[in-house]
């Protein structure tokens, strides 16, 4: 049947009407455990940022709209975006969820970066992009600072290269400079670090 891939399955003699629901054992989509389940919020959360940063593109093409350390932050945090979508999927077979506060803390990196995003694009009409970026510059790169750090928890540095754990705390550091002394050519530093992880992972 058509719906059949969006109708909920449960399992034999399983009441659905219980409380304390073990997603492991009770309500599946066909071909599909609770993890990936439980994945869909997390992904929906960077979807909406990719959006939101995609639609920002267009400052590229149009002269009034230019700025180059905006340019330059749109790229970075695009990227950032998608190489954290791609690590998702590629851990997600080694990620068991044992209760809500895990759970939470799967949701809280994708939370700060959407914030960080809502914080640094201006709405279509604003044409001072420079203005709107300078104005903004701390609240984002505090929230960039914040999302870069939550992925050094112990947890998730088990596997990480120590390069890779440097190049990190380089760019909190980095991040938190612009944030305290709005001073906008450290974003070209940040750049620069950020292309040298390219070659790190």
């Known amino acids: 049947m058509i719906f059949r891939c969006i109708l909920w399955e449960s ?5 659905l009407n219980n409380n304390n629901i073990d997603l492991q054992n009770k309500i599946v989509f066909p071909g599909m455990n609770a993890t990936d389940l439980l994945s869909f919020i997390p992904l929906l959360l960077y979807g909406i940022a990719l959006a939101e940063l995609f639609s920002q593109w267009r400052r590229f093409f149009e002269k009034q709209y230019m700025y180059w350390p905006y340019v330059l932050c749109t790229v ?3 990227e950032m975006a998608i190489y954290n979508i791609y690590l998702f999927f590629v ?3 080694q990620t068991t969820i044992n209760g809500y506060d895990q759970y939470w803390s799967i949701l809280i990196q994708p939370i700060i970066f959407l914030l960080a995003v809502h914080a640094f694009t201006p709405e279509v009409e604003n044409k ?3 203005g709107y970026f300078k104005n903004r510059i701390s609240v984002v790169f505090l929230l960039i600072a914040a999302y870069i750090g939550s992925h050094l928890i112990p947890s998730a540095t088990h596997n990480m290269d120590m390069s890779m754990i440097l190049a990190r705390v ?4 980095v991040c938190i400079a612009i944030a305290l002394s709005r001073y906008v050519p450290l974003v070209y530093l940040l750049g ?4 040298a992880s390219l070659f790190l992972r």
């Open 11 to 15: 399992k034999p003699g399983i009441t």
């Open 76 to 78: 970075i945090f695009t």
């Open 91 to 93: 851990q997600l077979d």
């Open 128 to 130: 001072d992009t420079e």
């Open 170 to 173: 380089l760019a909190i550091a």
């Open 192 to 195: 620069v670090i950020w292309f």
